[in-house]
């Protein structure tokens, strides 16, 4: 079946960029997305790409798909201690009503 | 900003009882799910509704669990028995028909305890 992996935990200094990785199985994915959840706190939407796309960016986030090797990566830049969260990526496939199948979230770590 | 909101934020009940979660949808949405997310696991999908039927559902979802629109806004998860292992987040989410990356909007939880 469909599966999603993430690297589990990511260290970053303050105003350094971090970058978080995602692979994904399932070959007809349209829409991977990124979302964020803060201790105790529900999903909320970083933002998503389209699998025709290979790159995307808002404002200090850059998403990057190689549809190629099913890679996704979310780069936060100048990252601050207020981005200290778990980064989940998802996707949905063509074949669905949208069920989004998640990774197991990376927590990242933002120190001053 | 419209958002989905959720209730109760947490629920606390015995095992074999009857639970019901509360979700209210943003207005002008038509595609409703349900997730679930065990401490420390993935979220997991449960399910999803549109036009008032189950679209798909997981094989989590089974004859212990119902939703329902009762009405023009609210959106529900029922768990007829509940067990120990049924204790996770809930999430509601919901979305437009088109548009926005099909993107889902979700609630802030229900967390419920089994004991």
């Known amino acids: 079946g469909e599966d999603v992996e993430q690297s589990l935990f990511l260290s970053v200094r303050e105003g350094d960029s971090s970058v978080i990785n995602c692979t994904y199985t399932d070959s007809s994915s349209t829409y991977l997305y990124w979302y964020k959840q803060e201790p105790g706190a529900g999903l909320q939407l970083l933002t998503y790409i389209f699998s025709n796309m290979d790159m995307k960016q808002d404002q200090r986030l850059t998403v990057l798909l190689n549809k190629k090797d099913k890679h996704l990566s979310l780069r936060i830049a100048d990252t601050q201690t207020g981005d200290s969260a778990i980064y989940f990526c998802a996707e949905i496939s063509t074949d669905s009503w949208g069920k989004l199948q998640f990774g197991a979230g990376t927590q990242v770590v933002v120190t001053p | 900003e419209p958002e989905v909101t959720q209730t109760p934020s947490h629920q606390v009940t015995q095992m074999g009882q009857e639970v019901i979660l509360r979700c209210v949808p943003i207005?002008?949405?038509?595609?409703f799910y349900w997730y679930r997310q065990i401490l420390g696991q993935k979220v997991e999908f449960l399910v999803s509704?549109?036009?008032?039927?189950?679209?798909?559902k997981s094989e989590i979802f089974d004859d212990q669990f119902s939703v329902e629109r009762p009405d023009g806004s609210n959106f529900t998860l029922k768990i007829r028995s509940t067990k120990l292992e049924d204790s996770a987040m809930y999430f509601c989410?919901?979305?437009?028909?088109?548009?926005?990356?099909?993107?889902?909007?979700f609630g802030p939880g229900t967390r419920l305890t089994v004991l």
């Open positions: 207005s002008n949405h038509l595609y």
């Open positions: 509704f549109y036009n008032n039927e189950i679209s798909e």
């Open positions: 989410a919901s979305r437009t028909s088109s548009g926005s990356g099909n993107t889902q909007y």
